[in-house]
Nanobody, 113 residues
Framework: QVQLVESGGGSVQAGGSLRLSCAVFGLTSCTYDMSWYRQAPGKGREFVSRIEIDGTTSYALSVKGRFTVSQDNAKNTLYLQMNSLKPEDTAMYYC???????WGQGTLVTVSS
């Protein structure tokens, strides 16, 4: 069994930065392939970023160059550094263990213009 707990969301002005964290409790193997998704009000959940066991990262085009995904294996924690935030980045952000097919409860990011 695995539990994912996100934190770090908040309200910022456009151009600002936030760092999201996702702590993983349970099987260490569940951290081997992790992703971030987001869901804006009235829209479906969309892929944001992914980090694989070998460190390979991938990003949605809308965030590439502004967001950086990383992982601290010693702490079983996933991060998403978000810079140059835009109002369209406003959403609930979720982390996902791809290997264990588990989701966190989400953390809200609000970007004002």
């Amino acid at each position: 069994q695995v539990q994912l707990v996100e934190s770090g969301g908040g309200s910022v002005q456009a151009g600002g930065s936030l760092r999201l964290s996702c702590a993983v409790f349970g099987l260490t193997s569940c951290t081997y392939d992790m992703s971030w998704y987001r869901q804006a009000p009235g829209k479906g959940r969309e892929f944001v970023s992914r980090i694989e066991i070998d460190g390979t990262t991938s990003y949605a085009l809308s965030v590439k160059g502004r967001f950086t995904v990383s992982q601290d294996n010693a702490k079983n924690t996933l991060y998403l550094q978000m810079n140059s935030l835009k109002p369209e980045d406003t959403a609930m952000y979720y982390c996902k263990s791809v290997r264990c097919d588990a989701w966190g409860q989400g953390t809200l990011v609000t970007v004002s213009s």
